[in-house]
């Protein structure tokens, strides 16, 4: 298929997760033999920080002003079979009324935030980058959150047709690979500054790291504001590019996993960052959420903390081979059911299943 994205953006992960989901979703869509023609608004922060400038699977089309490109996403949109817009997307809402105007067989939006949008939907009925209007003219609606969300979009939001494409990792880049000490830690920490997730690190790392003056932290993450106060034991890395991720996760004896409000509201809402730490076979401490035994089962791949105490238990008691256990657990688990390579089935799987419906073809693959 050829494939048309809009996404906020593959070339640069810096402050953002979409980044490298495009780029594990592509990567294997590509390896697939599909074709993907990607766009992007460039925005002077990822200009700044881009640290993926061409990626080998698809081919970019970065641009500066909307009007300027729209004849070139015309052409690309005459040859497509798939079109996507993602959350997000700076021209998200002049991009789908292009999509949904075009010619494209199967028209999909991805939303990799949509707790957030579904929020803004209900109480303001519209987002900055779709509209409630558009909802009904889709094919497919991708949501990064499953459960009773599905439902709901179906029902509520007229949308015709919901599926969950949750995230995903690429084994190639996130594996278990021998510690680095640059990186060594007892406990680390990665992702950038959001206010409601900064009581909960808070509460599972800097409270233990006061308590555990003996132990070493790490945080790595861009964002932070200077009224946060580390304690001694906790260093810092402002940004930390995703070549060097999976030596992080290798490194920590375990590592935290928080989850944004929103999400947390939302349940089975997985972040990246946890398939990507346990795809390492990182021992991953996390808050807990609705629908996250359905992704690992607590105790036995991942550890779900209520409080410090908790977690000082944890530093404290459980020796090195049994958070291996734990770690490698996870990793079964996540190369079974979240690698890129199940993602870009699903995806096939949900285009062809939408192309089903618009024919009236009972012959679908599932």
Request: include cysteine.
């Amino acid at each position: 298929m050829i494939i048309i994205m809009f996404g906020l953006s593959i070339t640069s992960s810096w402050g953002n997760g979409h980044a490298t989901t495009f780029r594990a979703l592509c990567s294997s869509l590509h390896r697939r033999g599909h074709r993907i023609v990607f766009f992007e608004r460039n925005v002077e922060w990822y200009e700044n920080n881009r640290d993926l400038p061409g990626p080998p699977y698809c081919e970019v089309k970065l641009y500066d002003d909307w009007k300027e490109v729209l004849p070139a996403v015309r052409e690309h949109l005459s040859d497509a079979d798939v079109a996507m817009v993602g959350s997000y997307f700076p021209d998200g809402i002049l991009a789908l009324d292009e999509v949904l105007a075009s010619n494209v067989p199967v028209k999909t939006f991805y939303d990799i935030d949509t707790p957030i949008t579904l929020t803004r939907l209900r109480e303001q009925g519209n987002t900055d980058y779709v509209l409630r209007r558009q909802l009904a003219d889709l094919d497919i609606y991708f949501t990064f959150t499953g459960g009773p969300v599905i439902a709901e979009l179906e029902s509520d939001f007229c949308v015709p047709f919901a599926v969950p494409l949750y995230c995903s990792v690429d084994p190639e880049r996130h594996r278990e690979l021998p510690p680095n000490p640059d990186f060594a830690c007892d406990l680390s920490y990665m992702g950038t500054y959001a206010a409601d997730r900064q009581p909960k690190i808070e509460e599972f790392l800097c409270a233990p790291a006061q308590n555990l003056t003996e132990r070493s932290f790490l945080v790595a993450g861009p964002q932070y504001p200077g009224s946060v106060k580390w304690p001694a034991n906790v260093r810092r890395i402002m940004h930390l590019e995703p070549r060097f991720h999976a030596e992080l996760y290798c490194s920590s004896r375990m590592t935290l996993n928080v989850t944004r409000r929103d999400m947390v509201m939302a349940g089975y809402s997985p972040s990246v960052r946890l398939f990507e730490a346990a795809a390492c076979a990182a021992t991953i401490v996390s808050d807990n959420w609705p629908g996250l035994d359905t992704f690992f089962a607590p105790g036995e791949e991942i550890l779900l903390p209520l409080d410090r105490a908790d977690v000082i238990r944890y530093l404290s008691g459980y020796d090195d081979s049994e958070l291996r256990r734990i770690g490698r657990a996870a990793r079964e688990r996540v190369l079974a059911a979240h690698s890129n390579r199940e993602r870009a089935s699903e995806f096939e799987q949900a285009v062809e299943i939408a192309q089903a419906k618009k024919t009236g073809s009972s012959t679908v693959a599932v």
